[in-house]
């Protein structure tokens, strides 16, 4: 691997963070998802250790790994020398003074920082947020895509409208799992959510389904427009340089598209069809699209 970029923000001094007496770190991927850590102290210290405030059981996650610093006026985090290093918003930082929403990832567990003057009306939010979103990646999670999907089932046969649905997965992810790591895994399936999300119409439904496969729902797109639109997606993630701490890793997805016709009447029926034609692009040699 690349030698680390380290970071370290000095905060805005126009933007001043609301009073830290409540402050928390919310976990939103990872074991214990939805647990609530209060930050009501000068000094919370984060690690694989029995001993830290915030202990994380991972193999990725240093003894020692960081600390936040309460000074009553801000949340400083500090990184402790760890050996996979600690990321805010996607950067690998050294300190950083934490913001209201922002995102920790410590090995491959990520935290939400809530801090502000009715911390458990925030707290019961982000836990209700945690319903649709998937904590890694930001998307949709799977329940709310077969709830929207069986939503927009019901209206297309009713209006006798076009409904299409796109399946993909990154091909040999397992290998960038095995040659990488996990934590690169991890990251690539959030710089993929996120280069995809920026591409689709706001009606549309894009949602991690499972592990490293995908989904998007298209209402009112017939077959040809799907699969024009899943050979974009599919370019897209081919030309887009996808890294880790400075590797590069190449990637490519195979996609398969469908589309509602007056038999499939159930969520399920329109995703295996989809993923019919998705293992389908697999067996004819991957990186392609099959609608």
Known sequence: MGNKTVVTVIANVAAKPAATRDAC?????????????NVDQKNVSIGRSSSADVQIDQES?????????????????????????????????????????????????IFKFLVGTNIENAYH?????????????????????????????????????????????????????DTHGHL???????????????RIRREDILARYGGEEFAIVLP???TANATAFAEKVRMLVERTVFEFEDVRIPLTVSVG?????????????????ADEKLYLAKEQGRNRVIG
């Open 25 to 37: 770190l919310v976990v939103i991927y990872g074991l214990d998802l939805g647990k609530k850590y």
């Open 61 to 109: 996650v240093s003894r020692n790994h960081c600390k936040l610093i309460n000074t009553g006026q801000t949340v400083l985090l500090r990184d402790l020398g760890s050996t996979n290093g600690t990321y805010v918003n996607d950067e690998l930082v050294d300190e950083y003074v934490l913001r209201d929403g922002d995102f920790i990832k410590v090995g491959r567990c």
């Open 125 to 177: 939010e982000e836990i209700y947020r945690l319903t649709t979103i998937d904590g890694l990646t930001q998307i949709f999670n799977k329940r709310y895509f077969v709830e929207t999907l069986e939503r927009e089932i019901g209206r297309a046969h009713r209006y006798r409208r076009n409904l299409s649905l796109i399946m993909f997965d990154i091909d040999h992810f397992k290998e960038i799992n």
């Open 184 to 198: 690169a895994g991890d990251h690539i399936l959030r710089q993929l959510a996120a280069t995809i999300k920026t």
């Open 220 to 222: 009112e797109i017939d």
């Open 257 to 273: 598209v469908a589309c509602l016709t007056p038999e499939l009447q159930a969520p399920e029926d329109l995703v295996k069809l």
